[in-house]
């Protein structure tokens, strides 16, 4: 009975065992068989999913740490088809939330393009919207009787970053947009698009909890603190807005940059866009160069280039401040008429009396004087014709014709000097008088202050481009012109401040000649003489009101003056002294 | 000598008496080794249960961190609107406050005055985890211990010697 019993016992250990054994067997001929490595590919394609880490966008602020550009978030809103049993009440919902047609949302989920699954609705919605809809799909999920779908079964949300811009259209010329795929367009947001947006990191990571990764830390895109005072940008735009008005000019454009070191302080320019509305730029700007007016398009400047011209031919030596000449209303050169423009002879003038009554005849006969060489020499060290290197897109070189050009005449030597047949920005201009204002040395026109990366701030230090004139020449300029301004009682005047500028009224050129009856007029003037702190350039087209720079481009100089001594704290000339004394 | 032999005459006498005694030496140590193996089992798999719990919970709290950092970027645009220029000047006006003009503006002379810089926007850098932060014991399994032991039982020595 026993030996039975053991005989049963051995049976059933030896199937067992071989039952085992065969398991184990077929363990080791599956895991070396031809179809093991296939089987290792499923798995580690299972093991492992790709995913991109996006960093955020960098951040905007001005230089008082204003926010200007900033991020937020916004929802898209999809529905999963196949899950979506309702449609009808999903298209209701939707369309009647977010302002969408609800019979065009049902159209599209009845007629999905092939081999979709997953359909949008709508992209970029509000953070408030998305909240609504999402608790209104909670509350109807919740009071769904057991076992049945949901009406709004199907509804996603899914959250993304978005450019945000908190003061709306406030330096919107300056700052350009970011569009719906993260792509910077126009200004500091084109120009420094890599910085900002950072680098993506693609990482594999385990499905197996137990294979625990460091999630990659994605550093977010380099913060920008800007050159810009928001409040002072604030005030040129409001000045510039009520100057168009007041005017009737057709756009305008203001530039405050600080001539010692290049920052520009603000930059306005007609017209401004909100934004956060990026799309609509195709409705408000007919092309790329109005975006920016100031560093986009060129146009004839007119007599604001004769400190240009005056800077040279001192400089040279083919003047000095008490040369004199007898001013006839007009010259010939190169076989054309050269007239002032009251077409009136102005008799026997210095230098601050060329200035003051802003004479063509005098610019002329200087710039013969020099020579076509020693004047082009000093036009193209003073950066005419050239990228000032600003940092921001979309910046135009403009056009300066030199002798050799096949469209240059001798006649370009006087027309030029006075501002007609050579084509500039107003920060091209502002660049080359910075030279004026600071000592003889020109200034980069920049926007960028400081870059912050990884919690370290790195400044960004002043760059010089040059030396066109020596630093007496530059003193002496300035001196002629503030006391030319002065004679003349001109509208640029700033009570208590010490001025040095020059108007410009210029015909505005066309493929047939020049138009009639139609100018741009401008300033450029800075302050205090003795020790400048802002460099202010008014560029004004085609006003109605007056055609003249000094009657339109001036005042507003003055005002705009006026808003930046009060708001970069810059003392009167008197009250600068006694501290100076202290 | 006469003693030793004795001894061994004894077991064998006694296991001849009982030879079940052997078979229960040998059940006794294959269940010690069940048992020892039962003991690393557990040990393996709790160890792994709560790898997998706290993997869960860095997975969760990464998450987490992403949702916060989008909702710190909302409210500092949101607080940014709030305190725009538009708005505030709006503000201003509601209360009473003017534009000032240059000429309404009295300057006092402050000795040691210095005139305010632009801001520094930078923070103390903040310690950030990285790959190598994270030690191998919270990443590698048992057996990749086992593994990475086997493996260079040199390095360890050295170690030893060292130390």
């Known amino acids: 009975m026993r030996q039975q019993y053991a005989w049963r016992s051995l049976v059933l250990a030896g199937l067992l065992g071989f039952v085992g054994l065969s398991i184990i067997l077929q363990i080791v001929r599956i895991q070396n068989s031809p179809e093991a490595a296939i ?19 960098g951040e905007i602020y001005d230089r008082n740490g204003h926010l200007l550009a900033g991020n937020k978030t916004s929802y898209e809103v999809g529905v999963e088809l196949k899950e979506a049993k309702d449609k009808h009440t999903i298209a209701l919902v939707v369309g009647v939330q977010l302002g969408l047609n609800p019979d065009d949302l049902y159209n599209q989920m009845m007629n999905p393009p092939d081999g979709i699954e997953y359909l949008v609705l709508a992209d970029f919605v ?25 009406a709004l079964a199907g509804l996603e949300f899914k959250a993304h970053p978005q450019r945000s811009y908190p003061e709306g259209s406030l330096a919107s010329n300056l700052l350009g947009f970011v569009n719906r795929e993260g792509r910077g367009y126009f200004g500091v947001e084109e120009k420094y698009n890599t910085l900002l947006a950072g680098n993506p990191i693609q990482v594999w990571v385990p499905t197996d909890p137990n294979k625990a990764v460091d999630i990659p830390r994605v550093p977010n895109g380099t913060t920008l603190v800007l050159t810009i005072n928001r409040d002072l940008q604030a005030a040129v735009e409001q000045i510039l807005d009520q100057s168009l008005t007041r005017y009737g000019a057709q756009s305008g454009t203001i530039v405050v940059m600080d001539p010692r070191t290049g920052e520009i302080l603000a930059l306005a320019s007609s017209p401004r866009m909100d934004l956060n509305q990026f799309w609509n730029y195709g409705t408000v700007y007919q092309n790329a160069s109005e975006f920016d007016r100031a560093i986009s398009m060129p146009y004839e400047p007119g007599s604001v280039i004769k400190v240009l011209t005056v800077a ?44 003051q009554h802003s004479l063509n005849i ?94 370290r701030q790195y400044n960004v230090p002043a760059q010089y481009a040059g030396s066109p004139i020596s630093a007496d020449t530059a003193h002496t300029l300035s001196q002629i012109l503030a006391v030319s301004l002065e004679n003349e009682s001109s509208n640029a005047l700033v009570s208590g401040y010490r001025i040095a500028g020059k108007t410009g009224t210029a015909q505005i050129p066309t493929d047939y000649g020049y138009e009639a009856g139609v100018t741009n007029a401008s300033f450029i003037g800075w302050g205090p003489v003795d020790d400048p702190k802002f460099m202010i350039y008014v560029w004004l087209e085609k006003p109605s009101a007056s055609i003249w720079g000094s009657e339109t481009a001036a005042p507003v100089f003055e005002e705009v003056a006026q808003k930046t001594v009060v708001l970069l704290n810059i003392p009167p000339d008197n009250v600068r002294m006694q501290i100076a004394q202290h | 000598m006469q ?33 020892g193996l039962a003991m690393v089992a557990a040990l393996y798999l709790d160890v792994t249960a709560q790898a997998a719990i706290y993997g869960r919970s860095i997975q969760d ?15 500092q645009t949101k607080l940014a609107e709030l305190t725009s220029s538009s708005v505030m000047e709006q503000r201003a006006q509601t209360l009473g406050y003017l534009p000032v003009d240059s000429s309404q503006m009295d300057y006092v002379i402050v000795p040691g005055y210095s005139a305010p810089k632009p801001s520094i926007l930078a923070s103390v850098p903040s310690l ?17 211990w086992l593994d990475q032991h086997l493996r260079a039982p040199s390095a360890n020595i050295l170690i030893g010697v060292a130390q």
């Open chain 1, 39 to 57: 089987f290792r590919k499923q798995m580690a394609g299972y093991q492992t999913v790709l995913k991109t880490f996006y960093p955020e966008r």
């Open chain 1, 126 to 150: 509000d953070a408030d919207k998305a909240a609504q809809l999402q608790q209104l799909k909670l509350t109807t999920d919740e009071n769904t009787a057991p076992g049945q779908t949901s």
């Open chain 1, 312 to 355: 040279a031919a001192l400089d040279s030596g083919a003047a000095t401040p008490t040369s004199s000449y007898l001013d006839t209303g007009e010259v010939e050169v190169g076989g054309w008429k050269i007239r002032n423009w009251d077409n009136q002879a102005w008799g026997q003038q210095d230098i601050t009396g060329c200035l």
């Open chain 1, 362 to 455: 005098c610019m002329a006969w200087l710039s013969n004087q020099m020579g076509a060489q020693t004047f082009y020499g000093y036009m193209n060290r003073f950066g005419l014709g050239h990228l000032t290197g600003v940092d921001l897109a979309g910046e135009a070189a403009g056009r300066l014709k030199v002798p050799g050009d096949t469209d240059w005449y001798p006649v370009d030597l006087a027309t030029n000097a006075f501002g007609q047949g050579v084509s500039v920005t107003p920060i091209q201009l502002m660049m080359a008088s910075s030279a004026v204002a600071n000592d003889g040395r020109m200034v980069t026109p920049h926007v960028l202050y400081a870059m912050v990366r990884d919690g």
């Open chain 2, 3 to 35: 003693n030793v032999n004795y001894t061994v005459n004894y077991f064998v006498h006694a296991y001849r008496q009982a030879p079940w005694r052997i078979q229960r030496q040998w059940i006794g140590a294959f269940l010690l080794g069940v048992l």
């Open chain 2, 61 to 75: 709290m990464s998450a987490e961190m992403i949702a916060i950092q989008h909702n710190s970027a909302d409210l």
């Open chain 2, 128 to 144: 950030t985890p990285s790959a190598a932060s994270i030690p191998p014991e919270y990443t590698q399994s048992l057996i990749d």
